[in-house]
């Protein structure tokens, strides 16, 4: 779907003298979900381009008339997280909320894996433990299964943090 375009036109500001950013910045921030900016400028906005591309933007840029340039920032879609599910957790969205966090960043293996199997067992059948890894814990989720208890992770937005719903026993 083609997104619809504020427009900005800061050629009259950067002839004047005047200094365009923050202006272009309170555009971007006035933008609806899915909008995007068509940027009218007297010169080819070359660092703007990497800063909008980390707001989530791509750049569509032209040359127009006179040496003048066009640029459309389009939104870009954010993928969806992949969720992992183990089997029998495809329902997690009923689960009760968990009554135990633990933060496990930052420990190095098998650290993670030894601290959440030593709370499991201090935890009853259905009750859930939310977790935090620095990386997805791929030697946990078989052994969760094995020990009859289902789960649910993914990376959060950033793709830097590992989150785990973890379900014990998977009892009721």
């Not at 059948?125 to 989720?141: C, D, H, K, N, Q």
């Amino acid at each position: 779907m083609q997104p619809r375009f504020k427009e900005l036109d800061v050629r009259p500001m950067l002839m004047n003298g005047g200094e365009p950013f923050p202006s272009i910045m309170q555009a971007v921030e006035l933008l609806e979900p899915g909008e995007g900016l068509r940027l009218m400028a007297t010169f080819r906005p070359t660092p703007l381009l990497s800063v909008m591309a980390r707001r989530g933007f791509s750049a569509d840029v032209r040359q127009i008339d006179d040496g003048n340039w066009e640029v459309l920032f389009s939104p870009v879609e954010k993928p969806v997280p992949q969720v992992s599910v183990s089997a029998g957790a495809e329902e997690a969205a009923g689960w009760p909320d968990p009554l135990w966090r633990i933060d496990l960043t930052g420990l190095e293996p098998p650290g993670p894996m030894e601290k959440v199997l030593s709370r499991i067992d201090l935890m009853d059948s259905g009750e859930v433990l939310f977790a935090i890894f620095s990386t997805e814990p791929v030697f946990l989720m078989p052994e969760l299964e094995k020990l009859g208890h289902q789960w649910v992770g993914n990376y959060d937005d950033s793709g830097n943090t590992y989150r785990m719903f973890i379900r014990i026993g998977g009892g009721a």
